[in-house]
């Protein structure tokens, strides 16, 4: 696990040296977190490679990068691991390469030479990565197929510059990083950036499964999806059966053990994670440490069960107690989200990777399984409505109208959400449940002078309609959060939080055959195995005493909820005053200055209706673009 950046000189300079090497070595030493282990950089006449390494696998020098074949024709730079390097290491040699380190990093080498752009159906894992054909002039940037690893882009007629993180694009004096404004409306809907769109006009993400190359030679590119998701969809007649899901994820979370520094894992106490530790506490081969945040709140703290888990198979559990928070660790948790980033989860996820970080390099970590096997309540919703013929949601609404109107007050939460989905234009699957706004009423909160035409609503549909290519539409709607709210939310929150303090996560339930596997069964969608991970629980039921087992299995989803309304009013008072004062407000372009400050003022007020999920967004977006117009430090 890593941190990679690079520039790449589109005409040939005598200059490009000198105006270039300072600033990619000024973006290593920022990027220092991503890879205390080691600093790497190489130069041609054309092409600087810099990498900052965190050492994972093959902890000798042999593994340093930038990494040249022995030819010297190849050289590499790459963010991840390779999980099945040892057996496609095994195939090369028997096809004749030879290798002279134990690195997963001189196997993909390997693999490209014999493969060509193929080679990452032949790989395992997460990653990003640059290769630089020299005898070739062809540059081949790569990202795994979910979307694991990042990778950034900035082009113009002159260079190319990439990186594993945008702010380090302020390393560069003359790059033009003005804020892309279609991307700040779809950030205020729906509290992240949908790639491969960025928060910067001038800057794109590699999307998750491409590979894109530049010719040095004829300066052209070209791209192509080497896995593509919509390829996966209802292949399969049967359900799988459970013993064929347990076999899955045994091979995945083994693949996963492969290191050669100590592995952790992440225990809430929930399903998904209490599963994981009964895998590797089957397969590590040792004590297990597991890690654990709870909090002060009773109604959001999940620590006993994670107690109860760890007791049960002789866990090393190491606890973090959250209470408030200090605005110092709100702004390094903004500042490491790189991108705006309003999912309150990053802040615990950020305290609790500084504890990890003290005792392993490498935590196991439960995110996608929500995806994977529908355990998130939106998903409940989504069945529940078309399960009752294709009612429509305008005849919903009124069903849920007339249920409060008797004094049903669990259904008040549903019946709003209602009022909300019926005004998008477009169908735009699940997200229509867990956006804040939708695209029209986020526009309100943007200064009218504010350009922002294009929303994600386009994005998701068309995504909704190649699914439906293969699939019905509650499955397509069930599977759209794969290529966004997971990629673009959750992946980033445990890249970026995990990177700030050397650590890797590593995610098994989305390990690319299980993947294929559930969406090969997406016509079954419907059926009891699918229905709020049903799958897992049973397989949990089979792994941990009876007891304790009915006690985890049974629970429902809680997610990491957090206290953010208390941390506004309380640690970071002084900072949200701050952020949502006047005089702040009127030197920020983008934002409505009365909006926002009717927001706000309906908070402190203690409004009933008051927008807490926008208040937070808008709250993170204040603070990011604070640290923005500093630079992120490079202005010093």
């Known amino acids: 696990m890593c941190g990679i950046i690079g520039v790449i000189s589109k005409k040939n300079t005598s200059d490009f040296g000198s105006r270039f090497s300072a600033s990619v070595n000024e973006a290593l030493n920022h990027m220092e977190y991503r890879g205390p282990d080691n600093k790497g950089f190489w ?28 030819c010297g024709n190849y050289v590499i730079i790459f963010n991840g691991e390779i999980y099945n390097y040892q057996e496609l290491r095994a195939d090369l040699k028997k096809m004749g390469h030879q290798f002279r380190t134990d690195s997963d990093t001189e196997v993909i080498i390997s693999a490209y030479k014999q493969y060509g752009t193929a080679f990452p159906n032949y790989l395992r894992g997460m990653f990003a990565l640059v290769i630089y054909d020299r005898k070739q002039g062809e540059l081949i940037f790569a990202r795994d197929r979910l979307g694991k690893k990042p990778l950034f882009i900035y082009e113009d007629e002159n260079e190319l510059i990439f990186s594993s993180e945008i702010k380090f694009f302020h390393a560069f004096k003359h790059i033009p990083l003005e804020i892309n404004q279609s991307s700040l409306l779809n950030y205020l809907s729906l509290q992240y950036i949908p790639g491969p769109q960025t928060i910067y006009k001038s800057i794109r993400q590699l999307k998750p499964a491409e590979l894109w190359k530049y010719n040095l030679n004829s300066n052209k590119s070209e791209n192509q999806t080497y896995w593509n998701i919509f390829d996966k969809i209802g292949k399969r007649k049967d359900i799988p059966a459970i013993e064929e899901i347990d076999e899955l994820l045994q091979k995945s979370i083994r693949y996963r053990l492969v290191a050669n520094v100590d592995i952790g894992l992440l225990l809430s106490g929930g399903i998904d994670s209490s599963l994981l530790a009964c895998y590797m ?7 297990v440490k597991a890690f654990n945040v709870g909090f002060a709140e009773s109604s959001l703290d999940e620590s006993s069960y994670a107690k109860q888990v760890a007791n049960s198979m002789d866990l090393d559990l190491i606890s973090l107690r959250l209470e408030d928070l200090s605005a110092e660790n709100f702004s390094r948790s903004i500042y490491h989200g790189d991108q705006p980033l309003g999912d309150s989860a990053i802040i615990p996820t950020y305290l609790i990777s500084k504890s990890i970080g003290q005792h392993v390099k490498v935590v196991l970590s439960g995110e996608g399984a929500d995806e994977l096997f529908h355990g998130y309540s939106h998903y409940s919703l989504e069945k529940y409505f078309y399960g009752l013929g294709k009612l429509p949601f305008e005849a919903a609404g009124f069903l849920f109208n007339s249920l409060s109107g008797l004094g049903i007050q669990r259904f008040d939460k549903v019946k709003n959400k209602l009022r909300s989905i019926n005004t998008f234009k477009k169908d735009t699957g699940t997200s229509r449940w867990t956006s804040i706004l939708n695209p029209d009423l986020s526009r309100g909160y943007l200064n009218s002078n504010s350009k922002s035409d294009d929303s994600y609503e386009n994005l998701f549909h068309n995504y909704l309609q190649q699914f439906r290519q293969n699939a019905g539409k509650l499955e397509s709607s069930l599977m759209l959060d794969l290529l966004t709210w997971l990629p673009d939310d959750l992946l980033v929150k445990t890249d970026r939080m995990m990177m700030a303090c050397s650590v ?11 993947v294929e596997t559930v969406l090969g069964s997406s016509g079954h969608f419907g059926k009891k195995p699918f229905q709020s991970k049903n799958y897992l629980r049973d397989l949990l039921r089979k792994k941990l005493p009876p007891h304790l087992a009915e006690t985890i299995a049974n629970r429902s989803k809680q997610g990491f909820e957090t206290p953010k ?46 927008n807490k999920r926008l208040l937070w967004n808008v709250f993170c977006f204040l603070e990011w673009y604070r640290q923005h117009e500093t630079k992120f430090g490079f202005d010093k």
């Open 281 to 287: 506490h089957e397969l590590a081969g040792k004590k």
């Open 504 to 514: 890797e996560a590593r995610t098994p339930y989305l390990d690319h055959e299980l």
């Open 565 to 610: 309304m208390n941390w506004i009013n309380s640690g970071l008072s002084e900072l949200s005053g701050f952020l949502f004062s006047e005089e702040n407000l009127k030197s920020n372009p983008y934002l409505n200055l009365a909006k926002i400050r009717t927001l706000w003022e309906d908070n402190q007020k203690e409004k009933p209706g008051a």
């Open 43 to 70: 130069s041609d006449e054309r092409v600087i490679f810099g990498h900052r390494r965190l050492s994972i696998i093959d902890l000798s020098e042999d593994g340093n990068q930038p990494f040249h074949s022995d």
